[in-house]
C-alpha cells in the first residue's frame, strides 16, 4: 500500500538535513549546489538527488536517501500566490492568508471554549488529539503556562523518527486567547503563533493565526501540507471533546 501523503511530509519534517534545506529556501531561491553545500553533497551526488519536473518543481533528498520513497518537492519556478486572502477549505477546516507573512486556520466545534482552551494548554489532553499523521505519539508534552512559560513537545514514530517543537508563552487569557511563540530548532524560522477562541451557542470558533518573519518563509511552509494537516489534527480534537467533561 502506497505511503500516506502527509506521513511522508511530516517524516520529512524530522529529519534535520530536509528542515535546514527548507529554511535555506525560506530565504528565498537557491541552486542546488547552493542548497548541497552545508552538508558536504558532491556535484554527482547533487545530480543524483535532485531533479526538476516539467512543472518547475525541483526534488530534492537528503545525502543518502533514495529520491525515490523520501524526498521533499519544493516548487522554486512556480507563479508567487496572490497576497490578497486565498481561501482553502479541508472538510470544516478552513486556512487564508490575509497578508504575505500570515495563515489562518479556522474551524468550528462542538464544545464551549472553556473545554477548546483546556485541550490546547493541558497536558494532560494534547497528546490524545494534537498527533499529525497515523502513527505517530507525543511522548512529551512539557507546558508551563504562564508569561514567560515555555512549552516543548516531541512526536514519534514507530520507527524511532522524532519531531520537536518549542516556544514561549507570550499571551494567556483564559480561555479566549493564547499567544506564544513556535521554532522547530535549527535554522528553521521562529513564528508568532495566536490560538483565539470565540463561543456562540455551545459552539466555538478556533483561529489559529501564524505569523512568519517573511512572505518566503510563509510560502515554504505552505507547501508542506500543513492544511491538510490541520484538518487532521482539528478533526481529532473535534471528537476529543466529546470525551471531555
Known sequence: ??????????AALADPTRRAILARLALGEASVKELAA?????P??????????????????????SASHASTTICLNCKPRSSKVVAKHSA???????????????????????????AYTNSEHLPHWMLGPEGWTMPVCQIDLRPGGA??????RAD??????????????PPERLV???SWGGDWPETLN?????????????TQRVLYPSKEARDAALKTGMLEGASQGLARLDEYLRTMV
Open 92 to 118: 470544516a477546516t478552513t486556512l487564508t492568508t490575509p497578508s504575505d507573512r500570515e495563515i489562518v486556520i479556522t474551524r468550528v466545534v462542538a464544545a464551549p471554549r472553556r473545554l477548546v482552551f483546556a
Open 151 to 156: 512549552w516543548h513537545f516531541v512526536w514519534r
Open 1 to 10: 500500500m502506497a505511503p500516506d501523503p502527509l506521513s511522508t511530509i511530516f
Open 194 to 206: 495566536t490560538l483565539g477562541l470565540t463561543e456562540e451557542d455551545g459552539k466555538t470558533t478556533i
Open 44 to 65: 554527482p551526488a547533487e545530480r543524483r538527488r535532485s531533479r526538476t519536473s516539467p512543472t518547475g518543481s525541483k526534488t530534492i533528498a537528503a545525502s543518502g536517501t
Open 38 to 42: 552545508p552538508f558536504a553533497i558532491s
Open 180 to 182: 506564544s511563540t513556535e
Open 160 to 173: 524511532g523518527t522524532e519531531m520537536a517543537m518549542r516556544g514561549v508563552y507570550q499571551e494567556i487569557v
